[in-house]
């Protein structure tokens, strides 16, 4: 048993020392490193901005589609810019939407196998590309004044539970999370309520007043602006 593992190891790194493999992992570093500079240097010229989420296969013309477009619009003319992967769906829907009047335009693309490729909505001078998904993440977060979740899948559900963690435990500031989409995210929201929360109490009744769900543009607005009527905008940490 242990010649096994043995030959599967030399197996495994057949073609390299170990010299190689250590020199590899520390140009490693180096590219995460350009990618955090980047983000870093490009987002911080933007101003305040809401990231915008939810599946890249939700066709134009859709019901969220639409109500994507009509959401960015409304955030950039309240003075917000606004942030997505980058990507098609709903993401292209809100580049797309905050565009349209003149509005910042974020994309923070990732290369993918499938799904993946910048929309044609994106300000030229604001496109990021990133190879790393945690760089990426971390740049969602920190300069999002608020978060608003259409209906998407492990991605943006992942997106989701990152912020609401980082928020519990006040690794962030508090900022605003909007679920659009009752139809789509109730389930989920009365499963928290009645399973995590007062089933098993494995969350508090604070937690659960960090989400607003609606199906209405101008309610998800709303709640940011009332947010920041009472909060200073700035970076979450």
């Not at 955030?75 to 939407?97: C, S």
Request: charge should be negative.
């Amino acid at each position: 048993m242990v010649k096994e593992i043995k030959d599967k190891i030399e197996e495994a790194f057949e073609d390299k020392r170990w010299s190689e493999i250590k020199a590899e992992s520390s140009w490693q570093i180096f590219k995460i490193m350009s990618e955090f500079v980047e983000g870093f240097d490009k987002l911080n010229k933007i101003g305040p901005c809401v990231t915008m989420f939810g599946s890249a296969r939700t066709a134009e013309g859709t019901q969220y589609y639409d109500l994507a477009v009509d959401i960015a619009h409304r955030l950039t003319k309240a003075g917000y810019g606004v942030i997505t992967g980058g990507g098609p769906g709903i993401m292209e829907a809100a580049n797309k939407g905050a565009q349209q009047d003149g509005g910042k335009s974020v994309g923070l693309n990732i290369d993918l196998p499938f799904e993946q490729h910048p929309n044609a909505y994106i300000d030229a001078d604001k496109l990021i590309n990133f190879n790393y998904f945690f760089v990426r993440k971390v740049m969602f977060v920190k300069y999002a004044q608020g978060f608003i979740v259409l209906p998407g899948g492990f991605g943006t559900m992942d997106e989701l539970f990152e912020a609401l963690t980082l928020i519990q435990t006040q690794k962030i500031g508090k900022f605003p999370i909007v679920l659009v989409g009752i139809d789509y995210w109730g389930g989920l929201i009365k499963w928290m309520e009645d399973t995590v929360l007062t089933g098993y109490n494995n969350v508090g009744p604070d937690d659960m007043k960090l989400l607003l769900l609606t199906d209405s543009a101008e309610d998800a607005v709303q709640h940011i602006n009332k947010f920041y009527g009472k909060y200073l905008l700035s970076p979450n940490f």
